[in-house]
């Protein structure tokens, strides 16, 4: 009897606990919301197996929303935190241009990243005021 007992908790604990690609959802909702740059991806394999993989840059190859006086803004915080060129910029990647908010990861080439693809990248978060007609620049994540 308490065998069956002992199952029958294993069940209902299985049954509420989330399944994995809930899981990554999860996971990658609160990195969206706290504007982190990389993701999780889940893959599940024909087998019945299934992988995941962490650090996936966030969004999609795009084009920028900053203009010339913002990009050059953006590209001096990359110069001076980071050490990077214009000319290692590899990407941006568009996560979400809903104004008043532009949410961008700009990807860097660089030969001192610990990333399999020797990568940077980082958040950068734009905002309008529109009480203050001013866009500010808010980076998020590390030139690692």
């Not at 604990?13 to 996971?27: I, K």
């Not at 241009?97 to 610990?114: A, C, G, L, T």
Request: charged content about 25%; glycine content about 6%.
């Amino acid at each position: 009897m308490r065998y069956l007992i002992i199952f029958v908790i294993f069940l209902a604990g299985c049954s509420v606990t989330s399944s994995p690609p809930r899981q990554v959802q999860r996971f990658n909702d609160t990195q969206e919301a706290n504007y982190q740059p990389t993701r999780m991806k889940f893959t599940a394999h024909k087998n019945g197996a299934s992988s995941f993989e962490m650090g996936v840059w966030a969004g999609l190859p795009g084009e920028t929303a900053a203009n010339e006086r913002y990009k050059n803004e953006i590209f001096k915080k990359f110069i001076d935190q980071c050490g990077l060129e214009k000319s290692a910029l590899k990407e941006v990647r568009v996560v979400k241009h809903e104004p008043p908010i532009w949410y961008e990861v700009w990807v860097f080439n660089s030969p001192s990243s610990k990333r399999y693809d020797k990568s940077i990248g980082m958040s950068v978060v734009m905002k309008f005021d529109d009480t203050t007609n001013i866009t500010s620049v808010s980076f998020y994540g590390e030139c690692e």
